[in-house]
Nanobody, 123 residues
Framework: QVQLVESGGGLVQAGGSLRLSCAAS????????MGWFRQAPGKEREFVAA????????YGGDSVKGRFTISRDNAKNTVYLQMNSLKPEDTAVYYC????????????????WGPGTQVTVSS
C-alpha cells in the first residue's frame, strides 16, 4: 500500500508559478512510476506528466509542455510538479498517482492516488 498526499496548491494570478509536492509513504517509493493528473469541473481527468524510477519523463499535451516540469527525490519520497507561466485554463484539482508500470499517461495504470490539491489561476 502507498499513501500519497499532495500540497502546494492555491490561488495564483495568471503568469505566476506554483510548485506542487506529493509525499509518499508505505512501500518503496523508488519502485513506482509517479504521475500528475488534473481534473477541472465537468471534465475528465487529464494526464499532466509522469516520471519513472530511472527518471524517464513524459508530459501531457502542448498545453503543459515547456511550462510544467516533473521531478522526484527518492531520498525524500517526494515527487514535484513545477508549474510556470500559469494560465486560467490550468485551474483544476491536481492529483498525484503511483503505479508499478513506470511512467504512463493512463489513469488505469495507477493504483494509488492522493486526495488532490486545488490550483486556481485568476485572470
Amino acid at each position: 500500500q502507498v499513501q500519497l498526499v499532495e500540497s502546494g496548491g492555491g490561488l495564483v494570478q495568471a503568469g505566476g508559478s506554483l510548485r506542487l509536492s506529493c509525499a509518499a509513504s508505505g512501500r518503496t517509493f523508488r519502485n513506482y512510476g509517479m504521475g500528475w493528473f488534473r481534473q477541472a469541473p465537468g471534465k475528465e481527468r487529464e494526464f499532466v506528466a509522469a516520471i519513472n524510477w530511472s527518471d524517464g519523463i513524459i508530459y501531457g499535451g502542448d498545453s503543459v509542455k515547456g511550462r510544467f516540469t516533473i521531478s522526484r527525490d527518492n531520498a525524500k519520497n517526494t515527487v514535484y510538479l513545477q508549474m510556470n507561466s500559469l494560465k486560467p485554463e490550468d485551474t483544476a484539482v491536481y492529483y498525484c498517482a503511483a503505479g508499478s508500470l513506470g511512467s504512463s499517461r493512463k489513469v488505469n495504470d495507477y493504483a494509488y492516488w492522493g486526495p488532490g490539491t486545488q490550483v486556481t489561476v485568476s485572470s
